[in-house]
């Protein structure tokens, strides 16, 4: 699965753990604003926890998210990133977390 959308920017990593300086990208406030649930908790799902966050790549998660901008430049690359995962294992999440709000749910409850 890809998702696109300006949602992240660049930092180095200061992980107390590490602090290697590794270049990361981090979430923005766009991420939790536009980005569903769902997608959000599937990028953080890695492939049998090969990698740790936050060192991770998006081709290592079951989600990847991309800007547009990177994606259109290179589609070919990216859909057989996504055919690839398809021989991986993930523990991915399907249902949304109870007070999360979508649209048979937009006050993040059961209405009926």
């Known amino acids: 699965m890809i998702y696109l959308i300006v949602s992240t920017k660049k930092t180095l990593c200061t992980a ?45 998660a079951y989600c990847g998210i991309y800007r547009y901008s990177t994606f259109i430049n290179d589609i070919e690359k990216y859909i057989d990133e996504a055919f690839e ?8 999440k399907k249902k949304n977390d109870p007070g999360i709000k979508t649209i048979s749910r937009p006050f993040g409850v059961k209405l009926f």
């Open 16 to 60: 107390p753990e590490c602090n290697c300086g590794v270049k990361l990208k981090t979430p923005t406030p766009l991420l939790r604003e536009k980005i569903p649930f769902l997608v959000r908790e599937n990028n953080l799902r890695l492939e049998n926890e090969k990698s740790t966050y936050p060192h991770y790549k998006d081709s290592e």
């Open 85 to 92: 995962k398809k021989s991986k294992v993930f523990d991915i």
